[in-house]
């Protein structure tokens, strides 16, 4: 069964600092996705990761992905306040569509 | 990219009612899902709809309390039946799109509330 999990799940921090989100897969997956929700919203997406070594950078927000290690990052580079929310981490039942998400990490990010 | 809509968008239902929702997207698509979200929760899938077929579900959800229509390629409904505030969740539908279908997309959501 497929599994994956996030940390931390809470995380606060003040603005301009670094930090980094794990997740970690159980089982081989074709592509790794990361989420973001704000409260009483639905899910934007920011990243699909599709091969190892894969990096991809938006903003503030880089992730990457090591699929021998069943591994990704979500690095968060000179926080502001604009970044909090809960990110979320999923990858995909290999060879279908549907997703297995994190727990999700609740981010807050203090002036 | 797809666009999704989703309603409503939020509803209060009394306990023993059944609430359906619609999901319409702006292209076609072979799948299409169904996930709940519990209160300060993570996402869990209910079922898959597949046009055509019946629809498939995930360990712990039944037909009886998720009945699912998928009557063309743009179209599903999700029914929470005989509903208790343990119901109480964002209910989101989701698609693949792009290439090989790596993108997912996700609706706006339901915010459904039990009293």
């Known amino acids: 069964e497929l599994k994956v999990e996030q940390n931390p799940l809470f995380l606060s921090m003040q603005e301009g600092k670094n930090y980094t989100i794990y997740c970690n897969y159980s089982?081989?997956?074709?592509?790794l996705y990361w989420y973001r929700q704000d409260p009483g919203k639905s899910l934007e997406s920011l990243f699909v990761?599709?091969?190892?070594?894969a990096v991809k950078q938006e903003g503030r927000l880089m992730a990457s992905l090591d699929t021998k290690a069943r591994l990704s990052t979500l690095h968060i580079t000179a926080a502001v306040h604009d970044l909090s929310a809960t990110y979320f981490c999923a990858v995909n039942t290999p060879g279908a569509q549907k997703l297995v998400f994190g727990q999700g990490t609740r981010l807050t990010i203090n002036p | 990219s797809a666009v999704i809509s989703q309603k409503p968008s939020r509803d209060i239902c009394q306990r023993g009612t059944s609430l359906t929702i619609q999901c319409q997207v702006d292209?076609?698509?072979?799948?299409m899902f169904w996930y709940r979200q519990q209160p300060g929760q993570s996402l869990t899938l209910i079922a898959t709809?597949?046009?055509?077929?019946?629809?498939?579900?995930e360990s712990g959800f039944v037909i009886d309390k998720f009945p699912i229509s998928r009557p063309n390629l743009t179209f599903s409904t999700l029914t929470v039946s005989n509903m208790s505030p343990e119901d109480s969740s964002i209910y989101l539908c989701?698609?693949?799109?792009?290439?090989?279908?790596?993108?997912?997309?996700f609706g706006q959501g339901t915010r459904l509330t039990v009293v």
């Open positions: 292209s076609q698509v072979t799948m």
């Open positions: 989701s698609v693949g799109a792009g290439p090989l279908f790596g993108e997912a997309f």
């Open positions: 709809a597949n046009q055509g077929s019946e629809a498939t579900y």
């Open positions: 990761l599709l091969s190892n070594g």
């Open positions: 089982t081989t997956s074709d592509r």
